[in-house]
């Protein structure tokens, strides 16, 4: 004998078990794949959100004070950052500039690291650094658009956030 009330129509299965064969899963294998589709490049996510955020800070040529307390603020804010000691989050800060020194693509293996549901919070923080100066250079401008396709964002999401962040700086 089952829990539950029967249902009519199937003998000998619960309410229960009738609920769990005719309700359609919402669990969608391909979005959660994406989700989590941190590719083996040889960078731990810490590693790839730190060369993220030091590009993004040397856009313009230089990584002035603002872009570096910046920089600090998210690291003290980030779970996958605030979870290093402070002599893991310096050994992955050493990686990242010899790294990033070392490997013309070091930028592109960073950004196909992060998990998607990463991407875009992390291209948001980039604009911050940018604009955290102050200025919006052309350098600056061009390389949050060539950042888009390399962290494989939707363009119209990641335009909604320039435009909110634009405006956040203005006051």
Not at 74 to 96: E, F, G, K, W
Request: with cysteine; aromatic share 6%; charged share 20%.
């Amino acid at each position: 004998m089952g829990l539950g009330p029967k249902a009519a129509d199937n003998k000998g299965v619960t309410i229960f078990q009738t609920l769990a064969v005719e309700q359609k899963s919402p669990f969608d294998i391909d979005r959660l794949a994406d989700r989590f589709r941190h590719r083996n490049t040889g960078w731990s996510i810490p590693e790839a959100i730190l060369c993220v955020l030091f590009s993004a800070a040397m856009a313009d040529g230089s990584f002035n004070e603002e872009e570096n307390m910046q920089i600090q603020g998210i690291a003290r804010r980030s779970r996958a950052l605030r979870s290093l000691s402070p002599q893991d989050l310096a050994t992955a800060n050493n990686a990242v500039n010899q790294r990033m020194s070392q490997n013309p693509n070091a930028l592109q293996e960073a950004c196909q690291t992060l998990p998607a549901d990463m991407c875009l919070p992390y291209f948001a923080h980039c604009v911050d650094i940018i604009l955290s100066d102050g200025e919006l250079l052309k350098p600056e401008t061009e390389f949050l658009h060539s950042l888009i396709p390399l962290l494989d964002l939707d363009e119209a999401h990641a335009k909604r956030v320039m435009e909110v962040l634009l405006l956040k700086a203005q006051y």
